[in-house]
C-alpha cells in the first residue's frame, strides 16, 4: 500500500521511555506515512518520568531511529522540546543528527496561513487550578494511565480494537472540558497578539481543530492515549488522524521489560548523546 502523503505532520506527547508510550502505534503510523515537514511538538522523551524509571523496550529505540532516518532521507524534523523534555530547549538553534531542535517555530500552510508552533506548557499559567486541586488531578491521572494499559492489554489479548479508557473518562468529565477551553483560548490569545492566523500545539492530551473568534487552534494530542496526529494535506487541509482507527499491525501492546533507574542501567543511546552535548 502506499504511504499517506502530506506536506506537514505533527505529532507531539509520544512520552518515549515511560510503559504508557504508544509505541507501536506510533511506529505503524511512521512506516505508513511520509511527508514534507515533521514537526515534533514536545515530550517526545519523557526525562520527567525517567529520573524515576526508565521503561525502554526496543521500540522506543526504534522510534528515535525512524526519526534519524527519516532526516537522513530528505524529509524536514523539527523537535520543538515540551516541559517533559525542557532540558533539551537548551540546544534550541542546534542540528543534531539532522534534526532542528527549536523553542517554537512558523509554519506556513499551503494557502499561506502563518500557525504559530509551540508545545503549549506556557499556558499553563492561564489554565492553572490551585496546587491542591492539580496535586490531586496528577494522582487520579497516573491512576487512570495504569488503567488505561492494563485495559489495553486485556482488549489485546481478545483481539480487540485499541480503546482509550482514561479518554472516555476524561471526555465525560466537565471540569476536564472546561480547562481544555481555557486552554484554547489562551493559545489563540497568543496567536492573535503575535499576529499569526493560529496556532498548533500539544501538551495538554486532548487533539482539536476549532476556528475561535476568526483564529485557527490545532491540536495534534497524543501518543499515549490517543494515537492522533495532525496533518496538512497536499492540498492544504489540516486534518485529525486518529491512528487507532487504520493501525495495520495487529502487535499486542505488553508490558516490556521495566528497567530501575536507581541501579546502573544502560541509557538509551539518544538520550546519552543528548546529555554529553548539555554538559560540553
Request: hydrophobic content about 40%; aromatic content about 10%.
Amino acid at each position: 500500500m502506499e504511504p499517506l502523503d502530506y506536506r506537514a505532520i505533527f505529532i507531539s506527547d509520544i512520552h518515549l521511555g515511560t510503559a504508557d508510550c504508544r509505541a507501536d502505534y506510533l511506529l505503524d503510523f511512521l512506516r505508513h506515512t511520509r511527508c514534507d515537514t515533521l514537526y515534533l511538538v514536545g515530550d517526545v522523551v519523557d526525562l520527567w518520568a525517567m529520573r524515576r524509571q526508565v521503561h525502554w523496550p526496543q521500540s522506543h529505540s526504534e522510534v528515535v531511529r525512524t526519526f534519524f532516518e527519516l532526516a537522513a532521507s530528505g524529509t524536514r524534523v523539527v523537535y520543538i522540546p515540551g516541559n517533559h523534555d525542557e532540558a533539551l530547549r537548551a540546544l534550541s538553534g542546534c542540528h543534531f543528527n539532522g534534526i532542528e531542535i527549536l523553542r517554537d517555530t512558523v509554519h506556513v500552510t499551503r494557502d499561506g496561513l502563518g500557525l504559530r508552533v509551540s508545545h503549549g506548557d506556557e499556558f499553563d499559567a492561564a489554565v492553572r487550578c490551585g496546587r491542591l486541586v492539580q496535586a490531586i488531578g496528577d494522582v487520579a491521572y497516573n491512576v487512570l494511565l495504569w488503567l488505561n494499559r492494563h485495559t489495553a492489554r486485556l482488549r489485546g489479548r481478545y483481539g480487540r480494537p485499541y480503546w482509550s479508557l482514561s479518554a472516555w473518562l476524561k471526555e465525560r468529565v466537565g471540569g476536564a472540558r472546561r480547562y481544555v477551553r481555557r486552554f484554547m483560548l489562551a493559545a489563540v490569545h497568543e496567536a492573535r497578539q503575535g499576529d499569526f492566523d493560529g496556532y498548533v500545539c500539544g501538551h495538554i492530551h486532548v487533539a482539536g481543530i476549532e476556528q475561535v473568534d476568526g483564529m485557527l487552534y490545532c491540536n495534534d494530542g497524543d501518543w499515549v492515549e490517543h494515537c492522533t496526529a495532525l496533518v496538512e494535506n497536499r492540498d492544504g487541509r489540516l486534518q485529525l488522524i486518529h491512528w487507532a482507527d487504520h493501525k495495520r499491525v495487529e502487535r499486542e501492546h505488553t508490558g516490556d521489560e521495566v528497567l530501575d533507574a536507581v541501579s546502573p542501567l544502560p541509557v538509551p543511546e539518544l538520550v546519552a548523546q543528548w546529555a554529553r552535548q548539555l554538559s560540553r
